[in-house]
């Protein structure tokens, strides 16, 4: 229980820098482009302004994403034990495809602005974009397999590597991906529309910051509406692959044929019902989660329940998930129309300003729903949580879990405030 | 066949890591003794800058193949190691975030405090790293389903800590040579002295391991089964004396490429002595774990066998690469420079 707490922990953090890292770093890199073909020395500045922020924040996503490789040895023996053969080889090669490539090339990128032509000081930067990304994929296919195990046999007792190809493409990792990457791009973007609309309220530096801020309108808004419809493939795979987490999500109790879609739902976990249903949509559910009005959702009640997730937790973080992106793409729509004169639109601006958060809530939630979702499991089907775990004693776990909430606590706050100080101090000025 | 071949990446991976970071550590284990000033503070930092993240990700790759290839040794490992290398992560994770965080503002009171987070952030990776693989040689007390029978104190124990005092020595002198490359002045003068001094510390150190080896360890054995491993041990000797060599002609280059030898070679000459265990069991022989008993699947195997001959060479030329382009020493125009450290 300590480790699952402690591995929560690891995790959330860990992913409040991932996926700004992942975005802002593609649109640093348009930046520079930018710079390289026009030799317009104000995209030079913009690259060199949002990268500051961009590498604050990337020190701590790398430094938290080691703690998460190793605390698969060293909390979830078993786990490793019993998966290790694909598991284990999905993180070597991320590691050694993607994770160098974007540790190496950004070292470079810091330091080359002078060692390095333009156009190679460029490549760097999307070198890092890329690999970023990439290893992402590697990530998401590893934790695919944990929601959705493919390509492998169990022989020797443990799970074997049967069909590479077939754990690495598997749909649900590409639709995870996709959901994954859109929100971390739609986050960068609403990062930098929120310190854009900062300085535009106080009237310093505006194109600099109009500018900043029509591009990653721009960025955002094509990634907001896609992810409405990647969200929702990626749903429709999750229904698929884990009919519980679905029910969960969904606080659908008994399976039904066409399946209606509340808008007001209160699960009640005890009587395993829902005490408020309101405003229900008919066959929406179903049309959304198997493409066919009359398609069926299997409910919780189908399942003993040892075997279902936690409903609460999983119905309300997706609910809130969902609402938020519909919320973001709105948002987004606005901000991308008037990203022309947006410095007149002083109420939009605050709104930039108040929504940078908001994003950051919702890519959270989704790793609840994802891995709350997933429960009793750790590997959907195949083997339990409560077996997973190392036979480490509960005060040795307990006293690290405290020193990573201390450790943590202190790194957050610390890059919070440096990257809130450069964000505000704004770009060097023109020499 | 495969285990095998698996058995040595997996030591080379680890032996690379070790002579990447090992100069980041040393040096920032031998900053608060050798910096007289901020700017000399700062030299330390910007001569690492480029690289450190890249050196690091070697650590993160061995422990991911350790995973792939050996899962078990890897659960097993990890979890009778929990305590230490939760530390070691911590520290990793400190070291990290004072390198990029301690120069972006002016307070003293801040510089200072990311300045001792370096300090720790080096030190205690250097020490455990060696403590964990002295004890490893030694064995540990495992039994037959991997539980693991101690504690801290059990692995610090009187071999275990001199694996950790030779690990720290030798990245001692192998970043304070790296920062005679880097620095200019006084500081450089400094650091070759420095480096220099600590040889001989080392030169003790070293030899006192290799005997205490003997009597704590059964590395030994497979020198005398397989007599052609002792090549490992005179490669080591002489990059050792050779360090001297070159620490005394002044080529700091030659001499920073030896110490590295010498920490491949240290690392090697345990792991050879390992074959064919990867963590052995101070309990029973029988408890050990072997490239035989925790291999993965011969497919994964095979797989990721493509993957790391493919991509490391790969890797090593780009950081080649990387290690060229920032080849120069750090000047002042480096530090006033906005993204320095």
């Not at chain 1, 050694?96 to 490549?123: C, N, R, Y």
């Not at chain 1, 929601?147 to 492998?152: I, K, N, R, S």
């Not at chain 1, 959702?297 to 999983?314: D, M, S």
């Not at chain 2, 090992?22 to 900053?31: K, M, N, Y």
Request: glycine share 8%.
């Amino acid at each position: 229980m300590l480790s699952r707490l402690q591995f929560a922990v690891a995790t959330y953090f860990h992913f409040l820098f991932v996926p700004l890292t992942l975005g802002l770093s593609i649109l640093v890199a348009i930046m520079e482009t930018r710079y390289v073909q026009t030799s317009e020395h104000e995209y030079k500045r913009m690259a060199k302004f949002w990268g500051k922020l961009l590498v604050i924040n990337f020190v701590l996503g790398v430094v938290t994403g080691i703690t998460l490789e190793f605390q698969f040895g060293t909390n979830w023996s078993r786990y490793s034990k019993y998966v290790g053969d694909i598991f284990g080889s999905l993180l070597a090669i991320e590691a050694t495809v993607a994770f160098f490539l974007e540790s190496t090339f950004l070292g470079v990128w810091i330091f080359g602005w002078k060692k390095l032509s333009p156009k190679a000081h460029a490549v760097c930067i999307w070198l890092v974009a890329g690999a970023s990304n990439f290893s992402a994929y590697w990530i998401l296919v590893a934790n695919s397999w944990m929601q959705h195990p493919v390509g492998y046999v169990i022989r020797n007792g443990r799970a074997e590597l049967d069909n590479f190809l077939a754990v690495v493409t598997q749909p649900y990792a590409v639709f995870m991906f996709l959901h994954t990457v859109s929100g971390a791009y739609i986050l960068a973007g609403f990062f930098v529309m929120g310190i854009c609309a900062y300085h535009l309220l106080r009237n310093r530096e505006v194109q600099f910051f109009k500018k900043s801020f029509a591009m990653a309108a721009t960025f955002t808004v094509i990634f907001a509406l896609a992810q409405i419809v990647i969200g929702d493939f990626h749903g429709r795979e999750m229904a698929k692959a884990q009919p519980t987490k679905a029910a969960a999500a969904e606080s659908v109790w008994n399976t039904t044929k066409g399946a209606p879609m509340y808008l007001l739902v209160i699960p009640d976990e005890e009587n395993e019902r829902n005490s408020v249903e309101l405003f229900g949509i008919p066959k929406l559910l179903s049309l959304v989660a198997t493409g066919d009005k009359d398609g069926e959702y299997k409910g919780l009640k189908e399942w003993p329940k040892e075997e279902r997730p936690p409903v609460a937790a999983t119905f309300w973080s997706f609910r809130l998930m969902v609402g938020l992106g519909f919320l973001l793409a709105l948002i987004s729509v606005i901000a991308w129309l008037k990203r022309h004169k947006v410095e007149n639109s002083r109420q939009l601006l605050r709104l930039m300003m108040f929504a940078i958060p908001l994003p950051y809530l919702a890519s959270e939630l989704g790793w609840t729903v994802t891995e709350i979702g997933r429960q009793p499991w750790i590997v959907y089907g195949m083997m339990k949580t409560s077996d997973a775990a190392s036979s480490v004693s509960g005060a040795q776990v307990g006293i690290s879990l405290t020193a990573f909430v201390i450790l943590y606590t202190l790194l957050g706050i610390g890059c919070f405030y440096l990257i809130a100080k450069f964000a505000r101090k704004g770009p060097e000025p023109v020499q | 066949m495969l285990e095998t071949i698996w058995f040595v990446l997996w030591g080379v991976l680890w032996a690379v890591y070790f002579m990447l970071d090992g100069f980041d550590l040393g040096l920032g284990t031998l900053a608060p003794f050798i910096a007289s000033n901020d700017v000399d503070r700062r030299v330390i930092y910007n001569s690492m800058g480029p690289f450190w993240d890249g050196n690091e990700v070697w650590l993160i790759t061995a422990g991911g193949v350790t995973f792939a290839a050996f899962p078990t040794t890897y659960a097993v490992m990890f979890s009778a190691l929990y305590t230490p290398l939760l530390l070691l992560l911590f520290a990793l994770i400190v070291r990290g975030v004072s390198l990029e965080f301690r120069s972006k503002l002016e307070a003293q009171g801040w510089r200072k405090l990311w300045d001792v987070c370096h300090f720790l952030g080096s030190f205690v990776p250097a020490l455990l790293l060696g403590v964990a693989f002295a004890n490893i040689f030694k064995g540990i007390p495992i039994d037959g389903e991997g539980i693991f029978h101690g504690n801290l104190l059990t692995l610090l124990n009187p071999y275990g800590l001199l694996g950790g005092i030779l690990f720290v020595l030798l990245f001692l002198v192998h970043g304070a040579l790296w920062l005679a490359i880097k620095a200019e002045g006084p500081l450089e003068e400094r650091a070759a002295r420095a480096a220099g001094t600590i040889w001989w510390v080392l030169l003790a150190v070293a030899a006192l391991f290799l005997i205490a080896s003997w009597f704590a360890t059964d590395l030994y054995k497979n020198y005398f089964t397989y007599p052609a491993l002792w090549i490992i041990v005179l490669i080591t000797l002489a990059a050792l004396v050779g360090t001297r060599v070159f620490i005394t002609t002044g080529a700091r280059w030659k001499a920073w490429f030896s110490s590295g030898v010498t920490i491949v070679g240290a690392t090697l000459f345990g792991v050879a002595g390992l074959y064919p265990n990867l963590f052995p069991s101070s309990m029973d022989p029988a408890y050990s774990l072997t490239v035989f008993n925790s291999s993965s699947s011969p497919l994964t195997l095979k797989i990721m066998l493509v993957v790391a001959l493919t991509f490391v060479p790969i890797v090593a030329a780009y950081q080649v690469w990387s290690y060229y382009t920032f080849r120069h020493k750090v000047t002042e125009s480096d530090l006033a420079s906005e993204e320095a450290y």
